[in-house]
C-alpha cells in the first residue's frame, strides 16, 4: 500500500518551533519532487515548500523563508519541514505530497499521492 503519513504537528506558542515529518510506505521518495502544501480554514491548499529529487533544490512560499527548511533523508525514506519563529498566520493543515517527477512544481494537481495532514497551531 502507498502511503505518506505526516508527523509533528500541535500546538505551539507564537516564536516558537516544530518539525513535521512525511514518511513514505510503500515506495521510495528517492527521485521524486516532494512538497509541504498547507489549508487553513475556509482557504484553498496553498504550497509552503518543496524539495527536488535529488535533494539538491528548494523553493519556498515568500512568507515561510529564513523561517522554514525543507530536508530529505534517504535512508529513512522521509521528508521534513522545519518550522521555526511561527507566526499566528502558520496556523493550517499541513500536508505533504510526492510527485512522479524529479522537479517540484506549486500546483495542487501536480502532485498525485498525498498524506493526510497534520494540524499545526500558532496560539498564545
Known amino acids: 500500500q502507498l502511503q505518506l503519513v505526516e508527523s509533528g504537528g500541535g500546538l505551539v506558542q507564537p516564536g516558537g518551533s516544530l518539525r513535521l515529518s512525511c514518511a513514505a510506505s510503500g515506495f521510495t521518495l528517492d527521485s521524486r519532487a516532494v512538497g509541504w502544501f498547507r489549508q487553513a480554514p475556509g482557504k484553498e491548499r496553498d504550497g509552503v515548500s518543496c524539495i527536488n529529487g535529488g535533494g539538491g533544490s528548494t523553493n519556498y512560499l515568500d512568507s515561510v523563508k529564513g523561517r522554514f527548511t525543507i530536508s530529505r533523508d534517504r535512508a529513512k525514506n522521509t521528508v521534513y519541514l522545519q518550522m521555526n519563529r511561527l507566526e499566528p498566520e502558520d496556523t493550517a493543515v499541513y500536508y505533504c505530497?510526492?510527485?512522479?517527477?524529479?522537479?517540484?512544481?506549486?500546483?495542487?494537481?501536480?502532485?498525485?499521492?498525498w498524506g493526510q495532514g497534520t494540524q499545526v497551531i500558532v496560539s498564545s
Open positions: 505530497a510526492a510527485r512522479r517527477n524529479y522537479y517540484c512544481s506549486g500546483a495542487v494537481s501536480g502532485y498525485g499521492y
